[in-house]
């Protein structure tokens, strides 16, 4: 049974790494690339899309990653889950703290009603969510090798 919780958790963490790494590096150039304001309209959408997904997808892995740390405690690479918790609550609070408040924003705009400054916030975010995307870059490692 505690196999299958690592290897569960290990492919729904990567899996979220997939898609924050195609956001950061594919889906933001595309939609930056588009004529007049299909770039700001699309990054709305993708604001109001991806906004309802990913806290379900964060906090279950961060609850996935919880379980196994406890089940598998007396087992070798448990402190090597644990520190992919912490990585993993710690991109909930840059999350909550930081690129949530400028999405709730972005995925109101329209080309009527954004702000002057609203590629600075979208840059803003971009910057932040490179931050982000590293740190859980870096708890899906340790959870890849707390598999070895």
Request: charged residues 15%; neutral net charge.
């Amino acid at each position: 049974m505690l196999n299958t919780l690592e290897i569960v958790t290990t492919v729904v963490v990567g899996l979220m790494v997939g898609v924050e790494f195609s956001v950061a590096f594919i889906m933001n150039r595309i939609l930056d690339a588009l004529p007049e304001d299909s770039g700001q309209l699309g990054h709305a959408h993708g604001g109001r899309m991806l906004g309802a997904l990913m806290p379900f997808w964060y906090i279950g892995s961060l609850v996935l990653c919880a379980i196994w740390a406890v089940a598998g405690w007396h087992q070798r690479g448990a402190g090597l889950v644990v520190t992919a918790a912490g990585l993993l609550i710690l991109s909930v609070v840059m999350s909550v703290l930081l690129l949530v408040p400028i999405n709730n924003r972005n995925k109101t705009w329209t080309p009527e009603n954004r702000p002057a400054d609203w590629k600075e916030q979208l840059h803003r975010w971009d910057r932040y969510h490179y931050l982000r995307v590293a740190v859980i870059v870096a708890a899906f490692t340790l959870l890849v090798a707390a598999l070895a």
